[in-house]
Each structure stands twice: as structure tokens, then as C-alpha cells.
């Protein structure tokens, strides 16, 4: 396992992995899109409109999973200081905004035909949006530090304190009794959901987890590559300085 | 009479605080400013500034502690003060609390103290004044703590302060949200006073327990 920590080990286990992580996402996919909309029955309330639920919970859930993925990321930076740690962080933020923007945009479709209205400043929604705003300021501290160790440290201190929102989104609708509604498929006494629903939500769920994975490993890669071309760039421009004194 | 380290530091915010351009009259000015210009915003109907008033203190409050904090670390990473903190013998995590202690007493406590003033010209009953005044002495010391956070990790940056408000302000969420609840709730409303206020309380010790390990690790991460 640890030799994968050598950004080149890493660079060839990645070249490896993708191309299977990007088949199976598809097949998981392209199942999950199939059962959602020839399978799986519409409510007998909500009409097909409950089919936005095969999008909506598994970007939310892949929101919070890549803040997680983050923060060990970050943990990573601060113990080890290791690049190749560096680089999963930064790669993990654009996809934690876009997973986490797709969970607020899929649920404002959702709650207008349902609850009547795009927003409600309820607890869940207000969480995820801090959430959201987290991710972007993240974003900002990495492109505003030029030099990356630095960056890597000072995001990894802003990771570790925004931790405290996770388990604020995950209790907030026990804690709060508002408008969105607990928690089903994760909680004591097994599922609310039945049977297709839940396997559609599962095969979708997995399927959005496979492609985070493939497009986290894709951008790790572009980031150690980034920093190499920096390095090369910064020899170069050394080496050119040195042999403008010689002459 | 010899002063110990923390209490030589502690003067020292004061004394820059309220030299000229030390900022921290300005924060004051401001928060009269931003008090006065909502009405003109929503209309001068004294019904309805009365319900949203402490709304408007808090979101004030919270952009004048904003509006102080760059000064928190920048000025001294500006003229190398801050390379002496780092290597003091004294841990920096306490140096980080005794400045923002100072950069409280002389930012915030002024907020606090003009609170109610303001709140009268925004029509609030007197248990709504005593409530904004107590929920901003509870609530400040975290948006200051938490405020460091974002100074630190933005000191010596060329466009920090903009930065420092984007990194910060969704993490005082909760501080406003119990502030104005409590506010809220001290005029009357379905929630007693206490409840509020504890959860404020808690957050802001939480805050400054936790926050200046935060600050002084990016301190320290600027130039490790």
C-alpha cells in the first residue's frame, strides 16, 4: 500500500485503474439510469417526479463523502506533509463543489413540484449550502497561494476546522424537525425504502461512487503532473539565469 | 515592575487599537453606518424594524468584526513582528488568544456597548435591547475567534481580504443563527431566553478552545 505514496507508483496504478473505473461507472450507470426509468415504480404521490430522488441522494451523499476523502487527505498533509497527499486534496475540492452543486440543483427541481417552492431555509438545505460555500472558499485559498506546500497546509487547517459541518448535514433532520424529510436508507431498523426503489438508489449510488473515483484519480494525476511542469519550469528558468551569468 | 510576555502583548494590540488608523474606532463607525443605512433600504416602517432588528444589529456586528480582523496579523506580518512571535519562547497558540483577546476588548466591546443605542432608533422593546446586548457579548468572542482563523491563513496574501471574508463567514453561520434566535427570543416567542443563549455560550468557548490551535497552525504554515 505505502508504495503507492511515490507519486510515480501512483501515476502508474492510476494509468491502470481508470480505464476499468471508467468502464464500470458506465455499465453501473447506464443499469442504474435503465431501473430508474423502466424499473423502479413512480410514488403513488409523487408521480415519476421521485425519480430526481436516483440522482439527488447520490450527489448528496457524494458531496459529503468527498469532504471526508478531503479531510484524510488533509490529515495526510498535516502528519505527513507528504505532495502526493497535497495533490489528493486539492483534487478533491472542484468535485465535492460539483457533486454537492448537482445535490442542491436536482433537490430545488425536485422541491418545486413537491413542496411547492425552489428553497426553504430549512436545516438540511441551509447545511449543504454552507457546505457548497466551504467547497468554493477552499477553491479561492488554493488559487489565491502560489507556492503549493503552502497552499496544501493552509488548505488542510480550513478542511479540518469545515469538518464540523459534516455531521451537522447528517443529523439535521433528526435534530431539526423541518420541511426535509430523515433520513431512510441509512438508519436503525434497516430501510424505509422498498425493494426496486432501494436497488435502483443502491446500483445509482454505486455508480456515482465509481465515477468519483475515476475522476479523483484523473485529477490527482493532472495535479502531480501540474506540479511537475512547475518544477521543470523553474529548473529551466534556474538553469537559464545560471548560464546568462557564465557569459 | 517587570511585565510578563502576554501582558506586554496585550497592551501592545491595545495601545496600536486605538492609535490613529489602528481600526478599532473604525469598526464602530462602521457599524453605525451599516445600522443606519438599512432603514433607508427598507423603509422607515417602525413595525417592521422593530421585528427584524436584531437581524440587522447581528449581520452588522458580524460585518464590522469582519471589516477589523485583516489588521489582526497582517500588519504584523507587514513589518516582521510576527517572525518574533513565531520564535518566542511563549506558545504561539497563546499568543494567538492574548491578540485576539485585545482585538475583542477593542473591536467587539464597542459593538456590544452601541448596540442598544442603536437598537432604540430601530424602535426595539427594552427586553429585545437587553437581549441583542447580551447575545453580542456571548456571540462575538466566536466570530472574533473563528475571524482569526481566516486572518491567519490569509496573512500575507496580496488579495487576503476578500479571501478571508469568503472562508469565513459560512463557518459563523451557526453564530448567527443562535444570535439572532436568542435576540429573538428574549422579547417573547415560543423559545425561553436560556435555550439560545447556552447553545451561543457553548459555541463561543468551543470556538476559543479550539480556534487559536487553527490560527496558530497556519501561522506557522506560512513559512515552515
Known sequence: ?247 | MKQSPLSALFWRELRIARSVGGGGSMGLVFFLILVSLTPFAIGPDLNLLSRIGPAILWIAALLATLLGLDRLFQSDADDGSLDLLLTASTPLELLVLVKCAAHWMATALPLVIASPLLGLTLAMEPASLAGISLSLLAGTPALTMLGAIGAALTAGLRRGGLLMAVLILPLATPVLIFGVSSAAAASGGTVPFHIPMLILCALSLAAVAGAPFAAAAALRARDA
Not at chain 1, 441509512?186 to 461512487?209: D, E, K, N
Not at chain 1, 511542469?229 to 548560464?243: G, Q, Y
Open chain 1, 1 to 247: 500500500m505505502l508504495k503507492y505514496a511515490n507519486p510515480t507508483n501512483f501515476l502508474a496504478l492510476a494509468g491502470r485503474l481508470i480505464p476499468w473505473l471508467a468502464a464500470a461507472s458506465a455499465l453501473l450507470l447506464s443499469v442504474g439510469l435503465y431501473l430508474t426509468f423502466f424499473v423502479a415504480p413512480d410514488d403513488y404521490q409523487q408521480g415519476s417526479s421521485v425519480k430526481i430522488m436516483y440522482i439527488h441522494v447520490p450527489s448528496a451523499w457524494l458531496g459529503m463523502m468527498s469532504y471526508m476523502v478531503m479531510a484524510s487527505a488533509a490529515l495526510g498533509t498535516m502528519v505527513w506533509r507528504h505532495p502526493l497527499a497535497d495533490a489528493a486534496q486539492k483534487a478533491a475540492a472542484p468535485l465535492g463543489a460539483a457533486f454537492t452543486l448537482l445535490c442542491l440543483v436536482t433537490g430545488s427541481l425536485w422541491g418545486k413540484p413537491m413542496w411547492g417552492t425552489w428553497w426553504v431555509w430549512d436545516a438540511r438545505l441551509t447545511s449543504v449550502l454552507v457546505l457548497f460555500l466551504i467547497y468554493l472558499g477552499l477553491i479561492g485559498l488554493w488559487q489565491t497561494i502560489e507556492e503549493p506546500a503552502q497552499a496544501a497546509r493552509a488548505a488542510a487547517i480550513l478542511t479540518l476546522v469545515g469538518v464540523v459541518n459534516i455531521p451537522i448535514i447528517k443529523f439535521s433532520v433528526d435534530w431539526w424537525n423541518t420541511l426535509h424529510q430523515p433520513a431512510s436508507v441509512f438508519r436503525l431498523g434497516g430501510p424505509a425504502i422498498g425493494g426496486s426503489m432501494l436497488w435502483t438508489l443502491l446500483t445509482m449510488a454505486m455508480g456515482f461512487t465509481v465515477l468519483f473515483f475515476m475522476l479523483y484519480f484523473m485529477a490527482i494525476r493532472n495535479e502531480i503532473l501540474r506540479r511537475r511542469l512547475r518544477r521543470l519550469s523553474i529548473d529551466a528558468a534556474h538553469a537559464e539565469e545560471k548560464s546568462e551569468v557564465l557569459v
